[in-house]
């Protein structure tokens, strides 16, 4: 019993450290707004994206204004599979004719969406589901004719988002895109890092299912623990990054040249990668900062 009793107080006591490293942190980012892009695997699989909900539900808990900004990449070339719809792309984005754009809305809206809202409301959460056509937070216009209804966005009217967050919300944001004559695909991290901009977010976050930016994507001992922004544009004009990649690089560095100051690539499937990040002293990933 007392072997049993004195291995609680040192569990206890070690909680206690973690909670007294966190204080600063949590501190620094009170009142704060993060902007959270969430997908790739991490976002498929249901123990993941309850172990984020949560984490996300304690960001609110300790006064941080969060907007979760999702895609589905693997959910839309599911359905398109099932359709008999072939899947093409070109520097990373989606090529999107009329019965795929359908496709995209069908999962985007109808159903990541919507399981989102369902994981943060069961945990307690009070979330909104919305995609970039609600209130046309999300302007678009055509990025190509070769790329059909891939949409960039001209504006972000962040009104809504700000409603939402003021009531105590979180906002759940599908990337589609509405302009004159319909929907469009957005790209859903270059969509996180438009709303990164309009809100002047504290921090945007990139949930995925790889480590961060590696040097070498085949070399997993590569990875780039931080890049400034003269770095990341020279990354960029590299032209060594692969296909997925490249939006993703290309919105961080729209992001920063538009005041957001930090932005970080973690791993959605390394336990508590969020908080580690927000509430150590021991970053994660791949931290993009101004120079």
């Not at 004159?180 to 270059?190: C, K, R, T, V």
């Amino acid at each position: 019993m007392q072997g049993r009793e004195e291995g609680e107080l040192e569990l206890a006591q070690k909680k206690a450290e973690v909670l007294t490293e966190a204080l600063p942190w949590i501190n620094r980012m009170r009142g704060k707004t993060i902007v959270v892009k969430y997908g790739g695997s991490a976002m498929e699989d249901l123990e993941l994206m309850v172990q984020v909900v949560g984490d996300i539900e304690l960001l609110k808990l300790m006064g941080m204004r969060v907007v979760l900004v999702h895609g589905g990449g693997k959910a839309i070339s599911a359905l398109l599979g099932k359709l008999g719809i072939p899947t093409k792309f070109k520097d990373g984005l989606r090529v999107t004719d009329d019965a795929t754009m359908e496709a995209v809305q069908e999962v985007l809206v109808g159903k990541v969406n919507q399981q989102l809202v369902w994981a943060l409301n069961e945990y307690g959460h009070n979330a909104v589901g919305i995609s970039g056509a609600d209130g046309k937070t999300f302007k678009s216009e055509p990025v190509s004719a070769e790329l059909g209804r891939v949409g960039r966005i001209r504006e972000v009217s962040p009104e809504l988002i700000n409603s939402i967050l003021d009531d105590g919300y979180t906002p759940v944001v599908a990337s589609v895109g509405c302009g004159p004559d319909g929907f469009y695909n957005i790209n859903a991290d270059i969509a996180a890092g438009k709303v990164a901009e309009a809100l002047h977010a504290d921090k945007l976050i990139y949930l995925t299912d790889v480590d961060g930016l590696f040097g070498d994507y085949r070399d997993k001992d590569s990875l780039i623990s931080s890049l400034t922004l003269s770095e990341t544009k020279e990354v960029l004009a590299s032209g060594e990054l692969d296909g997925g990649m490249i939006p993703k690089i290309r919105s961080i560095e729209e992001a920063m040249e538009n005041g957001v100051h930090e932005v970080v690539i973690l791993n959605g499937k390394t336990p508590h990668s969020l908080l580690v990040e927000i509430f150590t002293d021991t970053g994660v990933g791949t931290l993009f900062t101004q120079d």
